[in-house]
């Protein structure tokens, strides 16, 4: 478990978190210039903080009332950047070595091999960094990190250099990463989208200051968090009012801008109003109202534009609010989707995530 | 083709050359890793007077080395206790050189170190490695092309190194005559002019290949 209490001047303004992480990732969230960054560098002892106390699992790495200042080398703690900075003048082989040698034998959680298979690696490992493709670097630039047995790790928006295609390439290992390793991950986004894969416990920072702290679906609707969610391509975010609920059948009718939609059970009075997230992924497109299918949602809409990202394609649909939802290049062609056809996105009920009675004021 | 002579002006020059770039390797890397990567006051000063060698004439900073390393200057009581004599003495031709050249060894040595990521440092230290293994096998590693262009400059100026050391070290035959004085003795003798040509040639290629080799070094750099 990480205890995180720091305080340091950031030129414009003051990093001030007070945190406990003890889930397997938890993600930091914010804008850009937000303070995230320096958050990760503090924990890892890269920059020092004016006053504060740093623990993990119990062990203390910072203390300015003990005087305890660990050096990164000795916090056992792993760092994937953004950009990967892989040292250019070794091979792959001798990057995902390079801490792991430094490391004694007993300390070795993993074999090289391990996470060579993880990681899908194996190919590359002759190969320099400037001969790989850059969803092969941020691989290559994890695995180093992960070879030093880490007691946790940092991840700085380490696939806001790829595009899309990548990142979906790249997510499944991360997940592998939390799943088959164990080692707690403290993930610095700026992307809804791109946390809620990996975990929806959320830190959300602004102006170095944390803001709300908890489970996304809980915090999105904090009137500070909202308009950074919504800023930030969390596309899928609709904000809807309960019409009418039915306990027995576990279902709730909601009204989403004039359309009717049946979401999970909820325990809420009919007229309040929700926030519910739907991800790009789950839905999927048609061009009649379908028949004869076990899907009950189809929000009605106009397609308001298509963009290729990496090789899947990501079409937005207009219905009252912008939906994306992601396809592929195939299906579009054999549709015909072009800009202004009308279309229905078809949701499953149960893929629709339920937030929290909104809290926003009413519009006057 | 050479004279007995010729060969011992040239292995001096060689060994000269050599014990130049050594004795400035370390200092350089040093002061370069200092200016390229802290700041602290009077930064300035200590660059320029790093630099200084270079605008000024080189009799002059041969004199000044006089004053200090002569038998009678500042520190020629410490130099008696450990033996050692460096005014009119070879050893003395290779402090003469590496004063004088120190300013190329120096700014390619603070490129060098000055192209290196310093992210890439970072990244060393939260893989384990401390701030010394870091420096060599991160920073110095990468540096290792300016260090070389650094040496290969500093090697050639020694070659030519003459006012310096002509003042400091003097000019005794078979002692501390370099390629440089020998031609400049022989030039001063009636019959001389047929005695220069082989160091000259020998000068021009040695100059030469220094040069293509540094070139080809810094292009290495470059493209790092």
């Known amino acids: 478990m990480l205890r995180l209490r720091a305080q340091r001047q950031l030129g414009p303004f003051a990093l001030d978190i007070d945190i406990e992480c003890r889930h397997a990732v938890t993600a930091i969230y914010g804008p850009s210039g937000a303070g995230k960054t320096s958050l990760l560098n503090v924990v890892a002892g890269l920059v020092q903080p004016d006053a504060g106390e740093i623990s993990l699992d119990g062990q203390t790495l910072f203390s300015s009332a003990q005087h305890i200042d660990l050096p990164p080398e000795h916090r056992r703690i792993g760092y994937v950047f953004q950009d990967d900075l892989l040292f250019p003048h070794l091979s792959t082989k001798e990057n995902l070595c390079y801490g792991r040698n430094l490391l004694p034998a007993a300390a070795r959680r993993f074999a090289l091999d391990q996470i060579v298979d993880l990681l899908e690696i194996g190919p590359l490992l002759k190969r320099r960094p400037g001969h790989l493709s850059g969803g092969e670097r941020q691989r290559v630039a994890l695995g180093r990190a992960l070879l030093t047995s880490p007691r946790l790790l940092l991840m700085d928006e380490p696939l806001t250099s790829l595009d899309q295609g990548l990142k979906n390439r790249i997510i499944p290992y991360l997940c592998h990463v939390r799943d088959a390793l164990q080692i707690p991950i ?179 | 083709m050479f004279s007995a002579e010729e060969v011992q002006v040239l292995l001096l020059s060689l060994r000269v050359a050599f014990c130049c770039v050594l004795l400035s390797l370390l200092p350089a890397v040093l002061l370069g890793w200092l200016l390229a990567r802290r700041e602290f006051p009077l930064k300035i000063a200590l660059d320029g007077l790093c630099h200084l060698p270079l605008v000024l004439p080189p009799v002059v900073t041969g004199y000044l ?106 000019n005794i035959a078979g002692q501390t005559r370099t390629i440089p004085s020998a031609i400049y003795t022989y030039l001063n003798q009636p019959d001389g002019e047929s005695r220069v040509v082989g160091l000259i040639v020998i000068s021009v290629a040695l100059s030469l290949l220094a040069l293509v080799a540094s070139e080809w070094s810094a292009r290495r750099l470059r493209s790092t």
Not at chain 1, 274 to 293: E, H, K, N, S
Not at chain 2, 77 to 100: C, I, N, R, T, Y
């Open chain 1, 186 to 364: 403290l993930y610095v986004s700026h992307s809804v989208a791109e946390i809620l894969e990996l975990t929806s416990q959320v830190v959300v920072l602004d102006r170095g200051q944390v803001i709300a702290h908890g489970d996304f679906f809980t915090i999105a609707a904090h009137p500070q968090v909202l308009p950074l969610v919504e800023e930030h391509g969390f596309e899928n975010v609709l904000d809807v009012e309960i019409a009418a609920t039915d306990a027995e059948r576990g279902v709730c009718e909601v009204l989403c801008h004039g359309q009717q939609l049946k979401i999970p059970y909820c325990d809420q009075p009919v007229g309040s109003r929700l926030f519910i997230g739907i991800r790009a992924d789950d839905i999927v497109l048609a061009r009649q109202r379908p028949t004869g299918l076990s899907v009950r949602n189809a929000l009605q809409g106009t397609i308001s534009a298509i963009a290729d990202v990496g090789g899947k394609q990501l079409i937005y649909v207009d219905v009252g609010r912008r939906l994306a939802a992601k396809t592929t290049s195939e299906a579009i062609e054999e549709m015909q989707l072009g800009i202004g056809d009308p279309i229905y996105c078809l949701v499953k009920t149960h893929s629709i995530r339920l937030g929290p009675q909104l809290n926003r004021p009413e519009k006057r």
């Open chain 2, 65 to 170: 080395l006089l004053l200090l390393f002569g038998r009678r200057g500042l520190f020629g009581p410490v130099l008696a206790v450990f033996d050692l004599q460096l005014a009119f003495d070879w050893k003395g031709a290779v402090l003469a050189s590496a004063v004088v050249g120190f300013p190329l060894m120096l700014r390619s040595v603070r490129l060098g170190i000055e192209s290196v990521d310093p992210r890439l440092e970072r990244v060393a230290r939260t893989l384990g490695a401390g701030p010394v293994r870091t420096f060599l096998t991160v920073t110095l590693r990468l540096a290792a092309p300016g260090l070389l262009v650094g040496s290969l400059l500093s090697f050639a100026r020694s070659l030519g190194e003459f006012g310096a050391t002509i003042t400091f070290a003097a």
